[in-house]
């Protein structure tokens, strides 16, 4: 389909739905070099992928946040990670440089489980970081590090939003699974953590675990599509129990880094048969309430 063709998708689903705008709690943005290095590992179907993955919306920046303002998206986020120690600093004052410039964007920060981490937040949050990013997958640390006892606790207190990539998809690593995240939680149990991807494929799990914590959230990036579906479907029998916590559910699409449309990315949960209702919170309201827009 072409790009206007998606254009008139997404305004005929918003218009379906009653939705004058979309907020979109998982985007990703972050510095050209790191963005064309995280398009080539998803390009060659790296260790953590495990799948061919095309590349949707491979355009450059301008282009992406513009794409996003015209299917109606009046807020997003820029969520970028580190991968290894020592690049966590450098990345969030790009990411506050991009904030500043870059209205609609939520301003997002991240961290790693190293020396600097309890500073490295406390200085983006005197930037203005509004949520942070954590990739347990990439990252490959444990959550319960004790390099992070000085940045869940601050977290928590300041009820920032940290969106977690913590379910075992599309790979599972050593700190991957509703264990890890279960201990942290028992620490801190009012952290406003954001469980990605609904926590897929761990989705009963996490649904426990939302429902244990009432501080914790999840969003829906790439749940629901036929991509997904083929290899990590989600259990029809917990609908309802995914239903019951539409108030703590945010709309997540991980663009640009899927291989569907966004429309694609919007449309699967109504297909799946979560009512207009549930969609427009999860599309908008939740996050509206959540970020004070």
Not at 61 to 80: D, H, I, K, N, Y
Not at 173 to 195: Q, S
Request: charged content about 25%.
């Amino acid at each position: 389909m072409t790009e206007d063709g998606e254009e008139r998708r997404v305004a005929a689903f918003r218009e379906r739905l009653g939705l004058p705008s979309l907020i979109d709690s998982h985007t990703h943005f972050m510095p050209e070099r790191l963005m064309a290095a995280v398009w080539s590992y998803f390009d060659s179907a790296g260790p953590l992928i495990g799948r061919a993955w095309p590349i949707r919306y491979r355009m450059e920046e301008a282009s992406r946040v513009a794409a996003l303002r015209r299917f109606g998206v009046r807020a997003f986020t820029s969520m970028l990670y580190p991968h290894k120690p020592g690049m966590a600093r450098s990345l969030n004052d790009w990411s506050a440089d991009f904030a500043s410039r870059t209205p609609d964007c939520l301003h997002t920060a991240t961290f790693f489980a190293e020396p600097s981490a309890s500073d490295d937040v406390k200085h983006a949050l005197g930037q203005g970081a509004r949520v942070f990013k954590c990739h347990l997958q990439v990252g490959d640390f444990d959550p319960n590090d004790p390099l992070l006892d000085d940045v869940w606790g601050p977290l928590a207190s300041a009820g920032v939003p940290v969106v977690t990539h913590c379910g075992s998809g599309p790979v599972a690593t050593r700190f991957t699974g509703p264990g890890p995240v279960g201990t942290l939680l028992a620490r801190h149990p009012d952290l406003r953590l954001v469980i990605a991807h609904l926590g897929m494929p761990e989705y009963t799990e996490f649904l426990d675990l939302a429902e244990r914590y009432p501080a914790v959230m999840l969003d829906t990036t790439m749940a629901f599509a036929d991509f997904t579906e083929e290899k990590w479907p989600f259990p029809r029998a917990e609908l309802p129990r995914l239903e019951a916590l539409g108030d703590r559910i945010l709309l997540g699409t991980d663009f640009p880094n899927i291989p569907y449309s966004y429309a694609e990315a919007l449309e699967a949960p109504e297909r799946a048969g979560l009512p207009p209702e549930w969609l427009r919170a999860v599309y908008h309201d939740n996050a509206a309430a959540l970020f004070g827009l």
